[in-house]
Structures are given as structure tokens and as C-alpha cells.
């Protein structure tokens, strides 16, 4: 089993960075691929990056490309989403999952409780 937790969330101005973290307990942790998705008020949870268990493999959705970076450390069982260059239409909760690198929300079975991403205009 495995217990996610998110932090580095907040208020920025667009235009700004976030680093959010993803600190994972249980071993399983660093033979997993993870991904991060977000959830904005009224719409449906949606993919956002992916990485494979070592790291050597990432996958973007198209509306963060080239914007957010995804990355992980599994010797301190933690992963990290870099978000550069952030737009008002980034705000949403971000959630951390572990199970897959897919964009299916399905093919992942352990999440955590989110934080909160704020871009103002």
C-alpha cells in the first residue's frame, strides 16, 4: 500500500513557477510509475504528466508542454512537478497518483489528498 501526500501549492501570479510535492510512504513507491492530474471547479479530474518507475520516461498533456516539467526521487520516495510559465486556466486542485504513467485515471490505485493551485491574471 502505498499513502500520498501533496504540498507546495498556493497563490502565484501568472506568469510564475510552483514546485509541487508528492512524498510517498510504502516501498512500492519507487517501482511505480506516477502521475499528476488536476481537477478545476465544475470539470473532471484530467491528466497532466507521467513518469515511469526510474524516471526515464515522461509523458505531457498537451496543455502544459514545454511548461511543466515532471520528476522524481526515489531514495527520498518523493516526486515533484515543476510548473513554469503558469496561466489563470492552471488553477485547480493537483493530485499526485501512483499506479501508471497513463492518462486513464483508472489505471491508477493509490492518490493523494490534493493541493490547491492558484493562478491570478
Known amino acids: 500500500q502505498v499513502q500520498l501526500v501533496e504540498s507546495g501549492g498556493g497563490l502565484v501570479q501568472a506568469g510564475g513557477s510552483l514546485r509541487l510535492s508528492c512524498a510517498a510512504s510504502g516501498r512500492t513507491f519507487s517501482s511505480s510509475a506516477m502521475g499528476w492530474f488536476r481537477q478545476a471547479p465544475g470539470k473532471e479530474r484530467e491528466f497532466v504528466a507521467g513518469?515511469?518507475?526510474?524516471?526515464?520516461?515522461?509523458e505531457y498533456a498537451d496543455s502544459v508542454k514545454g511548461r511543466f516539467t515532471i520528476s522524481r526521487d526515489n531514495a527520498k520516495l518523493t516526486a515533484f512537478l515543476q510548473m513554469n510559465s503558469l496561466k489563470p486556466e492552471d488553477t485547480a486542485v493537483y493530485y499526485c497518483?501512483?499506479?501508471?504513467?497513463?492518462?486513464?485515471?483508472?489505471?491508477?490505485?493509490?492518490w493523494g489528498q490534493g493541493t490547491q493551485v492558484t493562478v491570478s491574471s
Open positions: 497518483a501512483v499506479g501508471s504513467m497513463r492518462r486513464g485515471i483508472s489505471s491508477y490505485a493509490y
Open positions: 513518469i515511469n518507475w526510474s524516471g526515464s520516461s515522461t
